[in-house]
């Protein structure tokens, strides 16, 4: 933030931003604000010039009328200071605004003077996150926005423009909710510009909080960056939502939110519960919807659908086409569960993204007996004096992987669950890998199933046109067969499990859709028999709770 640019049209909008986030209560108790000061040496720039909304953009003014006034009585002495006293935001808002243009003090390129921005830049941090406390909601408003590879050390003149990746991730820790401003440059488009903001707040977050973005886009388009805390989604979303719907939704567009957590819970509903679009960014390479609950319900019908084909064709020994049918189906539940889940359908490599959740599946039914033994270990950590079971020490003695995860978790170094997890899925990974035992799923992931569907539906011809090099002739009944069983068991799993509504309330009319003597359906029995004798076992063991 620079003093010009006090009361102008970028002004307006961030500040109608936080006033709505703050009304009532329900998002955030108290603001703080960090101006990223930054005080230029010599001539200012013409920056900071639209102020005429005041008197030619009525509509805009409309949005928050109070807001204009106030702002206009600050055009007579356009500094940031002025604005605290303003009364532009709640009277409680704590405001953090020293200095950081440190290249005014210490001017030069020589190693003392990047030694000395760096540790006055670590001062200020640490100042700026003594004022925070208290504050559950954290607005940070530097003058260019995130950090960029042109000015990636703190100790670079430029480098008071920009909050840093680090800085961010701090001030995230002390409160639920932090705004970030982002300047829209040329590097590309809007929206690609806002995906790659996503993408670096995510990495530097590391995934432990929801990310919203959003843009308004009156004169100089600018970009907001929300990161919030699981516990305050909810609200935040509910408020966001029913700003773009206020008359602010005539200035703001490119709103980006997250996956509600209720899809998660498998209530797949929408942000207005119609099931309708909402204007987003395409962070990546997706098209995204609003899942409602008739669309997830087509998609299973079809999906369903395909299933029965496929029992048809195999049972008149069609396997070409029992083949084909069946990869459509797995590829249309997979559909299912990236829009649902994620509000988006894949665009590019759709085919094999859509086989995902079939992967899943094979691997997670095939790896329950390996996983059971570390649940407690995933969920309360290893104490350094904890005894192994069995199952694990066998582990440990066969496999370095797991001899490195013990060893971490003993020494301390994995206290997030999240962490927890990613390193057991590492060693598993190395384990399969090194075994063998991955590779009968492994091939899918780079396409295999589609793969095989093209083989059963064309004849495929050499470049030279006198040798078929593949033919539906050449798909026999056991590739038929597994693939039907196994399309059954996802089915199977997505109704029962995956998706609790609104698939569950249907669930009565998927079974009696079905044949009883479906392709696969003894083995789908028997399967369920086997995990839940498993998991009585495992329970009995205390290996799951």
Request: hydrophobic share 40%; with cysteine.
């Amino acid at each position: 933030m620079q003093d010009q640019y006090a009361a102008d049209v970028g002004d307006f909008g961030k500040f109608g931003l936080l006033r709505h986030l703050l009304a009532g209560g329900d998002v955030a108790k108290r603001l703080g604000v960090v101006w990223y000061y930054f005080k230029p040496t010599g001539k200012a720039s013409n920056d900071g010039k639209h102020i005429t909304y005041h008197t030619a953009d009525p509509s805009l003014c409309a949005c928050d009328e109070v807001l204009a006034q106030r702002l206009k009585s600050v055009l007579d002495d356009r500094r940031v200071s002025v604005i605290e006293r303003a009364e532009v935001l709640p009277a409680s808002t704590a405001y953090f605004g020293r200095d950081l243009n440190f290249g005014s003090v210490h001017p030069s390129q020589s190693n003392h003077d990047k030694n000395a921005r760096l540790r006055l830049r670590a001062q200020w941090m640490a100042d700026a996150l003594r004022e925070a406390q208290g504050c559950d909601l954290l607005f940070l408003d530097p003058d260019n926005g995130l950090e960029v590879p042109s000015c990636a050390s703190k100790s670079q003149m430029r480098a008071g423009k920009y909050a840093y990746l680090d800085e961010i991730r701090a001030f995230k820790e002390k409160a639920a909710i932090v705004v970030v401003y982002h300047h829209l440059g040329r590097t590309g488009s809007h929206s690609e510009q806002i995906a790659n903001g996503l993408k670096m707040l995510t990495k530097a977050l590391r995934g432990n909080a929801s990310l919203f973005a959003l843009r308004f886009h009156r004169y100089s388009p600018r970009a907001y960056f929300v990161a919030c805390s699981p516990e305050r989604e909810a609200a935040l979303r509910a408020s966001l939502d029913a700003f773009m719907a206020s008359r602010w939704h005539e200035h703001w567009d490119n709103y980006i939110a997250p996956k509600p957590r209720a899809a998660i819970e498998g209530n797949l509903r929408g942000t207005q519960d119609v099931g309708r679009a909402i204007k987003r960014a395409d962070p990546v390479s997706s098209i995204v919807y609003h899942a409602s609950d008739a669309v997830i319900w087509a998609i299973a019908q079809n999906a369903t659908r395909h299933l029965i084909e496929a029992d048809e064709h195999f049972k008149k020994q069609r396997y070409a086409s029992a083949l084909a049918s069946a990869v459509l189906c797995i590829e249309e539940l997979g559909k299912l569960h990236f829009l649902a889940l994620t509000g988006r359908t894949l665009k590019r490599e759709k085919h094999r993204g859509h086989q995902i959740p079939f992967i899943a599946m094979l691997a997670v039914v095939s790896g329950l007996p390996q996983m059971a033994p570390w649940q407690t270990m995933l969920k309360e950590g290893l104490r350094g004096d904890a005894v192994l079971s069995p199952e694990q020490q066998k582990d440990v003695d066969e496999h370095p992987d797991f001899a490195e995860l013990v060893r971490r978790l003993r020494a301390g170094e994995l206290t997030d669950p999240q962490e927890r997890v990613n390193a057991l899925a590492q060693a598993t990974v190395a384990k399969e890998q090194r075994d063998g035992t991955s590779d009968s799923w492994r091939p899918l992931l780079e396409g295999r199933l589609h793969k095989l569907r093209m083989q059963a539906t064309y004849v495929d011809v050499a470049k030279t046109g006198d040798v078929v090099t593949s033919s539906p002739a050449t798909v026999d009944a056991n590739a038929a067969e597994g693939l039907c069983i196994g399309a059954l068991c996802l089915v199977t799993l997505t109704f029962t499990f995956t998706m609790r509504e609104p698939l569950s309330s249907h669930f009565e009319d998927f079974t009696k859709s079905l044949p009883a003597d479906i392709t696969g359906h003894k083995e789908v029995s028997a399967l369920g028999q086997a995990i839940k004798e498993w998991l009585e076992k495992a329970k009995e063991r205390g290996e799951l709770t």
